[in-house]
């Protein structure tokens, strides 16, 4: 073999080499480029703490039944009221601390007496007012876990003994503040309630 064959092999060996090599950087570095491209697109830490809407279907909750679904962290209280339920509600307000919620939080649509956009359905954060705790749900009237003798059903905290009734208003004598907090929240048709997407008829 002559020397200018050898010599032209070992070109071309480097030829390839260096090829490869280029290829291998450029491709590293488009890589490199894309990542804090395609971390740009990631929700920003606040958008992750504020929470994306959820869904719920409540088309298998059966009426005096309650559901419960995660949204921003929190328990959301979802309950199929009954008609014998929604009548309790008009003869509450002796008992109550604010009967009309106007010292408590929930949208301008839920201000009303069932505090619900259908008041057959029931929508609360799961979250006592006073510490935080979660409370339970005790919907059977005179249940003497709740410790009242003429209990007509609601959420009994058992933490520190708050009580609200079947519309989340609190009770009077008790150590939580304000009623329990109802969220943003819309129908999505009759078996879907969406979490967190705020109706914006108020």
């Not at 002796?94 to 029931?122: C, F, G, V």
């Not at 004598?173 to 914006?200: H, R």
Request: glycine share 10%.
């Amino acid at each position: 073999m002559s020397e200018g064959a050898k010599t032209d092999g070992v070109d071309n060996g480097r030829r390839h080499f260096l090829v490869v090599a280029t290829t291998v950087t450029g491709v590293a570095g488009a890589a490199l480029t894309a990542v804090p491209f395609l971390a740009s697109w990631k929700p920003s830490a606040r958008a992750q703490a504020l929470g994306a809407p959820v869904e719920a279907d409540i088309s298998k909750v059966e009426p005096g039944a309650m559901i419960k679904v995660t949204w921003r962290g929190q328990a959301i209280y979802i309950v199929h009221r009954t008609p014998q339920m929604l009548a309790q509600l008009k003869d509450m307000a002796p008992r109550l601390r604010d009967p009309d919620s106007n010292d408590s939080e929930q949208p301008q649509y839920a201000k009303n007496p069932s505090r619900a956009i259908k008041p057959e359905y029931l929508v609360l954060v799961g979250v006592c007012t006073h510490l935080g705790c979660a409370p339970l749900d005790r919907f059977t009237p005179g249940d003497v876990t709740t410790g009242m003798h003429d209990w007509p059903g609601g959420f009994f905290c058992p933490c520190h003994g708050s009580k609200f009734d079947l519309a989340g208003r609190v009770f009077k004598d008790v150590p939580a503040p304000t009623n329990l907090t109802v969220p943003p929240y819309q129908f999505l048709g009759d078996t879907k309630i969406q979490i967190g997407a705020d109706q914006g008829n108020a």
